[in-house]
């Protein structure tokens, strides 16, 4: 079996603890210039890509600044940082549950996105634990929706991030999860749920559809008052949504979700009221590398149980 070649490593140095943009000039392709690929490449305005090349922020594997008429050479990186729009703070921490050569836990808050995307850069949990840690390196094992709080595995060493990642994938990480949605009295539980979900690329909530099962859930009541009940939910699947589909399901939707059972209007930048209370709450594995057994448990309590009116002002 053919070995891929890894690619060489950035010469730019990462940026709030983002790192920068890698293109690969791809065979086959006939462009003139670096320029042109990347004009038609990246969808900008002719005039941006120019700005950039002209300011020196295009380099090539050896931090030299790549100029408009450079020839195109298959094959070819180059990197570059992308201009990122102002992001409104998340006004919660990360902390840090555990942290040794190889792994970091961390306690995510609600809100916070795990790692880079779409129009969540630098408010990640990735970039600022970077940041505050100081391990530019830090790569995730693993995500969990941006809504959701709760306990997150980080690795220390690229080299080693694999085998973490393979835990997931493989489904030897023990996972527990906390909710609070409506009590109700005919639910009996506990129950397991099976069923299919799909989710479509730019439709915002996942669905369930007949055929094989491919999500699992395990659902518990913990206790109940005023119409509200605390769950523990106990995933042996990962699908998009797979929890807060399954609870909806039952007829008790997880509250302050925006999309299940309906799809709300957008949440305003800013607005960090009513969070989802759904807690990734207990992380069980055994260390790949170190062959040591973790179980971390995430203090944090949701809001809507603890002091329900704080939570629903």
């Known amino acids: 079996m053919r070995r891929r070649t890894p690619p060489p490593p950035s010469p730019l140095p990462q940026r709030d603890g983002v ?23 990246l969808a900008a305005e ?3 890509i120019d700005a950039m090349l002209d300011a020196g922020r295009v380099v090539d594997a050896a931090g030299r600044p790549v100029p408009r008429d450079m020839a195109y ?18 006004p919660y921490e ?13 306690d995510k808050p609600h809100f916070l996105a795990t790692t880079p995307r779409g129009s969540h850069v630098t408010e990640t949990a990735l970039a600022r634990l970077r940041r505050q840690l100081g391990i530019p390196a830090l790569g995730a094992a693993h995500r969990l929706d ?10 220390v060493r690229p080299e080693e991030r694999g085998a973490y990642q393979s835990l997931f994938r493989d489904r030897r990480v023990a996972k527990e999860y906390e909710a609070v949605a409506p009590y109700s009295p005919t ?32 659902v518990e009541l ?12 106990t995933p042996s699947t990962g699908q998009t949504h797979q929890l807060r589909v399954h609870m909806s399901a039952l007829g008790v939707p997880i509250l302050g979700d925006p999309l299940y059972p309906v799809v709300t209007g957008p949440v305003p930048a800013g607005d960090f009221r009513r969070p989802l209370q759904l807690l990734a709450k207990v992380l069980e594995f055994t260390d790949p590398v170190t062959g040591r057994e973790h179980r971390f448990v995430s203090p944090r309590v949701l809001r809507a ?8 002002g």
């Open 19 to 41: 790192d920068a943009v890698r293109v690969r000039l791809p065979a086959g392709d006939a462009w003139a210039t670096v320029r042109d690929h990347l004009v038609a490449r």
């Open 46 to 48: 002719p005039g941006v």
């Open 73 to 90: 050479v298959p094959g070819m990186f180059v990197w570059f940082h992308r201009e990122l729009p102002t992001e409104e703070r998340v």
């Open 94 to 106: 990360v902390d840090v549950v555990y942290r040794d050569e190889h792994v970091v836990v961390a």
């Open 146 to 155: 941006r809504l959701t709080a709760g306990l997150v595995l980080f690795t």
């Open 187 to 218: 639910l009996a539980l506990p129950r397991t749920v099976r069923s299919r979900i799909v989710k479509e690329r730019g439709v915002m909530a996942a669905r369930e559809v007949t055929g094989e099962p491919n999500a699992v859930s395990r």
């Open 222 to 233: 913990l206790e109940h008052r005023d119409g509200r009940a605390r769950y523990r939910l």
């Open 305 to 312: 149980w603890s002091s329900y009116e704080e939570w629903a």
